[in-house]
Protein backbone atom coordinates (compact mmCIF):
# COMPACT_ATOMS: atom_id res chain seq x y z
CA UNK A 1 0.00 0.00 0.00
CA UNK A 2 0.93 3.63 -0.95
CA UNK A 3 0.19 4.67 2.89
CA UNK A 4 -2.58 7.05 1.99
CA UNK A 5 -5.76 7.46 3.57
CA UNK A 6 -9.28 9.43 2.83
CA UNK A 7 -11.55 10.87 5.28
CA UNK A 8 -15.04 10.46 5.31
CA UNK A 9 -15.19 7.25 2.94
CA UNK A 10 -19.03 8.23 2.84
CA UNK A 11 -20.79 11.32 3.21
CA UNK A 12 -24.34 12.33 3.03
CA UNK A 13 -25.00 15.78 2.70
CA UNK A 14 -27.74 18.61 2.25
CA UNK A 15 -27.01 21.41 -0.29
CA UNK A 16 -25.70 24.72 1.21
CA UNK A 17 -23.60 23.32 3.63
CA UNK A 18 -19.77 23.17 3.76
CA UNK A 19 -17.88 19.65 3.19
CA UNK A 20 -14.38 19.20 4.10
CA UNK A 21 -12.56 16.14 2.68
CA UNK A 22 -9.11 14.76 3.88
CA UNK A 23 -6.10 13.38 2.14
CA UNK A 24 -3.42 11.70 4.68
CA UNK A 25 -0.41 10.35 3.61
CA UNK A 26 2.52 8.60 5.38
CA UNK A 27 5.30 8.85 2.62
CA UNK A 28 6.24 12.26 2.55
CA UNK A 29 5.68 13.17 -1.15
CA UNK A 30 5.50 16.63 -2.36
CA UNK A 31 2.70 16.05 -4.89
CA UNK A 32 -0.98 15.82 -4.11
CA UNK A 33 -4.25 15.43 -6.08
CA UNK A 34 -7.43 15.40 -6.04
CA UNK A 35 -10.32 13.75 -8.48
CA UNK A 36 -13.55 13.10 -9.33
CA UNK A 37 -15.11 9.99 -10.70
CA UNK A 38 -18.07 10.44 -12.83
CA UNK A 39 -19.85 7.91 -14.92
CA UNK A 40 -18.99 9.09 -18.69
CA UNK A 41 -16.41 11.56 -17.48
CA UNK A 42 -13.60 8.96 -15.82
CA UNK A 43 -11.44 11.13 -13.52
CA UNK A 44 -11.31 14.89 -13.49
CA UNK A 45 -8.50 16.88 -11.86
CA UNK A 46 -10.34 19.18 -9.42
CA UNK A 47 -6.90 20.82 -7.64
CA UNK A 48 -3.61 19.52 -7.01
CA UNK A 49 0.06 20.51 -5.17
CA UNK A 50 3.35 20.84 -5.45
CA UNK A 51 4.26 21.25 -2.11
CA UNK A 52 3.51 23.17 1.46
CA UNK A 53 1.23 25.92 0.62
CA UNK A 54 1.67 25.24 -3.12
CA UNK A 55 -1.08 24.55 -5.05
CA UNK A 56 -3.11 25.02 -8.39
CA UNK A 57 -6.38 24.41 -10.49
CA UNK A 58 -7.32 21.42 -12.25
CA UNK A 59 -10.46 21.39 -14.73
CA UNK A 60 -12.86 20.80 -12.59
CA UNK A 61 -11.78 23.41 -9.96
CA UNK A 62 -15.14 25.52 -9.88
CA UNK A 63 -16.70 25.13 -6.44
CA UNK A 64 -13.89 23.82 -4.46
CA UNK A 65 -10.59 25.29 -2.55
CA UNK A 66 -7.73 23.15 -1.35
CA UNK A 67 -5.15 23.57 1.30
CA UNK A 68 -2.07 21.84 2.05
CA UNK A 69 -0.47 23.30 5.53
CA UNK A 70 1.82 20.22 5.72
CA UNK A 71 2.89 17.73 3.47
CA UNK A 72 1.35 14.98 4.88
CA UNK A 73 -2.36 16.45 4.37
CA UNK A 74 -4.28 17.84 1.60
CA UNK A 75 -7.92 18.94 2.15
CA UNK A 76 -10.59 19.75 -0.02
CA UNK A 77 -13.60 21.78 1.04
CA UNK A 78 -16.83 22.43 -1.35
CA UNK A 79 -17.75 25.97 0.77
CA UNK A 80 -21.22 25.63 -0.07
CA UNK A 81 -22.41 21.83 -1.55
CA UNK A 82 -24.22 21.80 -4.60
CA UNK A 83 -25.91 18.47 -5.92
CA UNK A 84 -23.63 18.25 -9.35
CA UNK A 85 -20.99 17.95 -6.54
CA UNK A 86 -22.27 14.06 -5.92
CA UNK A 87 -19.34 11.91 -7.01
CA UNK A 88 -16.38 9.70 -5.97
CA UNK A 89 -13.55 11.90 -4.88
CA UNK A 90 -10.06 10.22 -5.11
CA UNK A 91 -7.26 11.78 -3.71
CA UNK A 92 -3.37 10.62 -5.14
CA UNK A 93 0.51 11.18 -4.29
CA UNK A 94 3.29 10.94 -6.82
CA UNK A 95 6.99 10.38 -5.66
CA UNK A 96 9.59 11.53 -8.45
CA UNK A 97 8.33 8.34 -11.00
CA UNK A 98 5.45 8.99 -13.01
CA UNK A 99 2.95 7.44 -11.71
CA UNK A 100 0.68 8.36 -9.16
CA UNK A 101 -1.10 5.97 -5.71
CA UNK A 102 -4.67 6.65 -5.25
CA UNK A 103 -6.63 6.49 -2.29
CA UNK A 104 -9.52 4.78 -1.63
CA UNK A 105 -12.21 7.46 -2.31
CA UNK A 106 -14.69 9.45 -0.56
CA UNK A 107 -18.31 8.78 -1.69
CA UNK A 108 -19.93 12.05 -1.53
CA UNK A 109 -23.81 12.43 -1.84
CA UNK A 110 -25.16 15.56 -1.41
CA UNK A 111 -28.92 15.93 -1.32
CA UNK B 1 -12.59 19.92 -24.41
CA UNK B 2 -11.22 15.83 -23.90
CA UNK B 3 -7.51 15.80 -24.45
CA UNK B 4 -7.95 11.66 -23.64
CA UNK B 5 -10.17 9.59 -25.32
CA UNK B 6 -11.47 5.99 -24.78
CA UNK B 7 -13.72 5.51 -27.06
CA UNK B 8 -15.23 2.32 -25.83
CA UNK B 9 -17.06 2.03 -22.86
CA UNK B 10 -16.90 -1.73 -22.65
CA UNK B 11 -15.25 -4.38 -23.97
CA UNK B 12 -15.82 -8.15 -23.72
CA UNK B 13 -12.98 -10.92 -24.20
CA UNK B 14 -12.57 -14.54 -23.67
CA UNK B 15 -10.67 -15.76 -21.31
CA UNK B 16 -6.54 -16.36 -22.53
CA UNK B 17 -7.77 -13.97 -25.59
CA UNK B 18 -6.23 -10.89 -25.93
CA UNK B 19 -7.27 -8.03 -24.97
CA UNK B 20 -6.91 -4.77 -26.76
CA UNK B 21 -7.53 -1.57 -24.83
CA UNK B 22 -7.21 2.22 -26.65
CA UNK B 23 -6.71 5.26 -25.88
CA UNK B 24 -6.46 8.54 -28.81
CA UNK B 25 -5.31 12.07 -27.18
CA UNK B 26 -4.74 15.38 -28.94
CA UNK B 27 -2.31 17.56 -26.65
CA UNK B 28 1.24 16.74 -28.15
CA UNK B 29 2.51 17.89 -25.28
CA UNK B 30 2.10 15.17 -23.04
CA UNK B 31 5.32 12.93 -22.31
CA UNK B 32 4.74 10.45 -20.64
CA UNK B 33 1.53 8.24 -20.60
CA UNK B 34 -0.18 5.64 -17.96
CA UNK B 35 -2.63 2.77 -17.70
CA UNK B 36 -4.63 2.13 -14.31
CA UNK B 37 -6.75 -0.53 -13.71
CA UNK B 38 -9.83 -0.12 -10.96
CA UNK B 39 -11.91 -2.48 -9.29
CA UNK B 40 -15.26 -0.98 -7.71
CA UNK B 41 -14.76 0.68 -4.91
CA UNK B 42 -11.24 0.52 -5.00
CA UNK B 43 -9.22 3.36 -6.02
CA UNK B 44 -7.15 3.23 -9.66
CA UNK B 45 -4.34 1.27 -9.33
CA UNK B 46 -0.99 1.83 -11.79
CA UNK B 47 -0.49 -1.08 -14.21
CA UNK B 48 1.72 0.26 -16.71
CA UNK B 49 3.41 3.29 -18.46
CA UNK B 50 5.56 4.45 -21.47
CA UNK B 51 7.79 7.65 -21.89
CA UNK B 52 6.70 9.24 -25.16
CA UNK B 53 10.27 8.46 -26.50
CA UNK B 54 9.04 4.70 -26.72
CA UNK B 55 6.62 3.08 -28.89
CA UNK B 56 6.49 -0.22 -26.78
CA UNK B 57 6.89 -1.42 -23.08
CA UNK B 58 6.47 -4.46 -21.92
CA UNK B 59 5.50 -5.90 -18.00
CA UNK B 60 4.47 -9.27 -18.13
CA UNK B 61 1.08 -9.73 -19.51
CA UNK B 62 0.66 -5.94 -20.68
CA UNK B 63 2.35 -4.53 -23.27
CA UNK B 64 1.67 -0.84 -24.02
CA UNK B 65 1.86 0.70 -27.45
CA UNK B 66 2.23 4.19 -28.40
CA UNK B 67 1.68 5.53 -31.80
CA UNK B 68 3.25 9.24 -31.70
CA UNK B 69 2.30 10.18 -35.17
CA UNK B 70 -1.43 9.01 -34.82
CA UNK B 71 -1.54 10.03 -31.45
CA UNK B 72 -2.90 6.53 -29.86
CA UNK B 73 -1.76 3.52 -27.25
CA UNK B 74 -3.07 0.98 -26.89
CA UNK B 75 -2.97 -1.77 -24.05
CA UNK B 76 -2.79 -5.15 -24.86
CA UNK B 77 -3.26 -8.24 -22.25
CA UNK B 78 -2.44 -11.88 -23.15
CA UNK B 79 -3.52 -14.15 -22.23
CA UNK B 80 -6.80 -12.24 -20.58
CA UNK B 81 -7.91 -13.79 -17.47
CA UNK B 82 -11.14 -13.28 -15.41
CA UNK B 83 -9.29 -11.30 -12.58
CA UNK B 84 -8.59 -8.66 -15.24
CA UNK B 85 -11.76 -7.91 -15.40
CA UNK B 86 -12.04 -3.90 -14.10
CA UNK B 87 -12.46 -0.89 -15.52
CA UNK B 88 -8.68 0.33 -17.22
CA UNK B 89 -8.11 4.54 -17.76
CA UNK B 90 -5.74 5.88 -19.52
CA UNK B 91 -3.90 8.82 -18.78
CA UNK B 92 -1.23 11.61 -20.04
CA UNK B 93 1.35 13.61 -18.18
CA UNK B 94 1.94 17.39 -19.39
CA UNK B 95 4.29 20.10 -17.35
CA UNK B 96 2.60 23.08 -16.12
CA UNK B 97 5.32 25.85 -16.68
CA UNK B 98 4.05 28.12 -14.42
CA UNK B 99 4.61 25.48 -11.48
CA UNK B 100 7.29 23.35 -12.38
CA UNK B 101 5.03 20.72 -12.13
CA UNK B 102 3.21 17.81 -13.60
CA UNK B 103 -0.67 17.62 -13.94
CA UNK B 104 -2.52 14.32 -15.48
CA UNK B 105 -5.28 14.04 -17.66
CA UNK B 106 -7.50 10.91 -17.38
CA UNK B 107 -9.31 9.20 -20.04
CA UNK B 108 -13.09 7.73 -19.78
CA UNK B 109 -12.26 4.41 -18.68
CA UNK B 110 -13.48 1.43 -20.50
CA UNK B 111 -14.96 -1.60 -18.69
CA UNK B 112 -13.04 -4.92 -19.44
CA UNK B 113 -15.28 -8.19 -18.94
CA UNK B 114 -12.61 -11.35 -19.21
CA UNK B 115 -15.31 -14.54 -19.92
CA UNK B 116 -14.79 -17.53 -18.40
Known amino acids: DAGITQSPRHKVTETGTPVTLRCHQTENHRYMYWYRQDPGHGLRLIHY???????DKGEVSDGYSVSRSKTEDFLLTLESATSSQTSVYFC??????????FGPGTRLTVT | DQQVKQNSPSLSVQEGRISILNCDYT??????FLWYKKYPAEGPTFLIS?????DKNEDGRFTVFLNKSAKHLSLHIVPSQPGDSAVYFCAARVLVLTSGTYKYIFGTGTRLKVLA
Open chain 2, 50 to 54: ISSIK
Open chain 2, 27 to 32: NSMFDY
Open chain 1, 92 to 101: AIRPYSGEQY
Open chain 1, 49 to 55: SYGVKDT
